[in-house]
């Protein structure tokens, strides 16, 4: 479990830190930093995980108004009975230079102890006792981590959690109707939702069956999901069955946005509490009606519990804010319009009005 995130001289994160527990809900106004935190989780995994080089994923994130040149980020985690701790700085050129940002530092350590560090244009090993090991020069635009085949469990532990690190912002227009091959994860709009839903069908059966359930609840007469192969690639047909017993199909396109949107939402659910580090969604409440989001908060907050994971929620939602505000609301907030600065929130005792309500009052 992430138990902090530390950003400094990114957009409008400055000197900025959030402790999070397993359930989290991030309130506040738009444009207060609560999706720049999302951005962090998402740019740090794709440079541990090698998906991009360093100059595209921190390109253009250096905070306006800050003059210094570095930017630096933290993460705590928990995990095989200690914790886990990962710093990296990133190098930006003078603005009118035309160099690319690059790796200053990084440092990955276990209960104090160094795995791997990387520093003036050196990678720097250890070995499992601790002691110093093989020292080489590497390349500072892009990290070493994904290169390091490492027998340490320690180095692999982590790098298979960040792996499981997914932020969701569902949008049911991106979806796309067809797949050509399975694919292990679910891009952050939930475009690939077809070929996912392939591979969950073959590697997760049961969770996927356990999603078409809780979906035949919500939707009247939903079955489940079939796969039909055209040429090539393979489309996704819901199954629905009517009053007089008969069974008809309908292809994704002739669902409604939110019941698309409630197809990726359980089956995230389903799919991923529990085998995924931790999940981020900005808005999941987005497209679907009222009535369907408690519900899906419940087995949320159910899930998260039996299986051990962790979420953070972004939500401007009555519903959402009523149900988690309570025990797990963080308030986001830029005071003088410049740096993100974040707080426990909860209703003050005695509270009559409902917490959404008050925050709508500007409690």
């Given amino acids: 479990m ?17 402790v999070p527990g397993k359930l989290n809900l991030l309130l506040g106004d738009n444009g207060s930093g609560k999706s720049s935190l999302f951005e962090v989780l998402v740019r740090l995994r794709d440079l541990i995980l090698g ?10 994130s250096k905070t306006v108004w800050d003059r ?3 930017q630096s980020f933290e993460l705590e985690i928990d995990g095989l009975g200690g914790t886990f701790f990962y710093r990296l700085e990133i190098q930006h050129p003078p603005e009118d230079e035309p160099q690319k940002p690059q790796i200053k530092s990084e440092k990955l350590a276990y209960d104090g102890n160094s795995l791997f560090e990387y520093r003036e244009g050196q990678v720097h090993l250890f070995q499992d006792d601790h002691s110093a090991g093989a020292v080489f020069p590497f390349r500072s635009d892009q990290s070493f981590l994904p290169s390091l085949e490492s027998q340490n469990k320690r ?15 569902l949008n049911p227009f991106a979806m796309e109707l067809f797949s050509q091959q399975d694919e292990q994860f679910l891009a952050i709009n939930g475009s690939n939702f ?10 997760r059966p049961r969770e996927k069956r356990e999603s078409e359930e809780r979906l035949a609840d919500l939707i009247p007469g939903f079955l489940g999901f079939a796969f039909r192969t055209q040429g090539d690639r393979k489309g996704v047909v819901a199954e629905f069955s009517k009053s007089d017993e008969n069974e008809y199909q309908l292809n994704l396109v002739h669902l409604s ?12 659910l389903h799919g991923l509490v529990g ?5 981020c969604f900005d808005e999941p409440e987005n497209f679907v009606s009222l009535p369907e989001v408690q519900p899906w908060l419940q087995e949320l907050r159910d ?18 804010i009523d149900y988690f505000a309570v025990d797990s609301a963080f308030r986001f907030h830029r005071p003088n319009g410049d740096l993100a600065r974040v707080e426990a929130w909860t209703p003050e005792p005695g509270q009559i009005l409902k917490p959404s309500e008050i925050l709508a009052r500007g409690g």
């Fill in 2 to 18: 992430i138990t902090r995130i530390y950003a400094d001289n990114y957009k409008c994160l400055v000197h900025f830190e959030f």
């Fill in 51 to 60: 998906e991009r080089s360093t100059a595209l994923i921190f390109a253009f």
């Fill in 68 to 70: 210094r040149s570095v």
């Fill in 155 to 169: 180095v692999q532990w982590f790098k298979n959690f960040i792996a499981g690190v997914n932020v969701f912002q």
């Fill in 194 to 203: 077809v070929s996912w839903l392939r591979y969950l069908s073959q590697e």
């Fill in 257 to 268: 946005e939110g019941q698309r949107v409630l197809a990726m939402l359980y089956s995230i």
């Fill in 275 to 279: 085998t995924a580090s931790v999940l």
């Fill in 303 to 320: 899930l998260v519990e039996e299986r051990s994971g962790q979420a953070l929620l972004i939500s401007h939602h009555p519903e959402v």
